[in-house]
């Protein structure tokens, strides 16, 4: 079925590095891709989403990617702060109607 | 901010239980949807509705039963509760201005 892959599952950078986060989808027809934030015991919060007539969209510090062609799409965060650290999810809609997550990665910034 | 809410946000019930878990949006999105997550990060869709009276199974097999009467409102029922059940279940919605998700309820099955 359709599917979205995400890597690394976890990623660990010192303070002020930047970390980017890589996903790839497989149904083409996909034209929505958001990125969430997720802290312990939270729900997932929006962070930035882009749409498949834009290539890369920028919000402060970070930033999405898109490559249809190659269908991945990557998320960037520069200048990390500890409060940064939580678990990172991208997704797509697929089929037009679901929107399905990739696996997840726990990003850790360390001071 | 978003404008879904989910209630409640904690549950401890014995099993065989019936229970409802409430998901409500102001924001007018015609498409919502149930996720169940587990410790341990993954995301699991287990129904989705794309307008009134329309709901259609995810990729993950459930138990549960959806229904959707009005398009603010996507409850989730689960007719006899098992310790199976325990679990978080998170509420999302998605529309023109992105797709939101609730706090999630946190379920647990004794």
């Known amino acids: 079925g359709e599917n979205v892959e995400q890597h690394p599952s976890t990623l660990s950078v010192q303070e002020g590095d930047s970390a980017v986060i890589k996903c790839t989808y497989s149904?083409?027809?996909?034209?929505?891709f958001p990125w969430y934030k997720q802290e312990l015991g939270k729900g997932p919060q929006l962070i930035i989403d882009i749409r498949s007539n834009v290539g890369e969209k920028k919000d402060q510090r970070i930033a999405v990617t898109l490559n249809k062609t190659a269908k991945h799409f990557s998320l960037h965060i520069t200048e990390t702060q500890p409060e940064d650290s939580a678990v990172y999810f991208c997704a797509a809609i697929v089929n037009t109607d679901k929107l399905i997550f990739g696996t997840g990665t726990r990003l850790q910034v360390f001071p | 901010e978003a404008d879904i809410y989910q209630t409640p946000r904690y549950l401890v019930i014995g099993t065989g239980k019936k229970i409802t878990l409430e998901c409500s949006q102001t924001?007018?999105?015609?498409?919502m949807y149930w996720y169940q997550q587990d410790p341990g990060m993954e995301l699991h869709l287990i129904h989705y509705s794309y307008g009134v009276n329309s709901t259609e199974k995810g990729d993950l097999s459930s138990e549960s039963t959806v229904s959707r009467i009005r398009t603010e409102h996507f409850p989730l029922t689960l007719e006899s509760a098992r310790p199976s059940h325990t679990s978080q279940y998170l509420c999302?919605?998605?529309?023109?201005?992105?797709?939101?998700f609730g706090s999630g309820t946190q379920l647990s099955v004794l």
């Open positions: 149904d083409s027809a996909s034209n929505y």
């Open positions: 924001m007018g999105h015609d498409k």
């Open positions: 999302a919605s998605s529309g023109g201005q992105g797709s939101f």
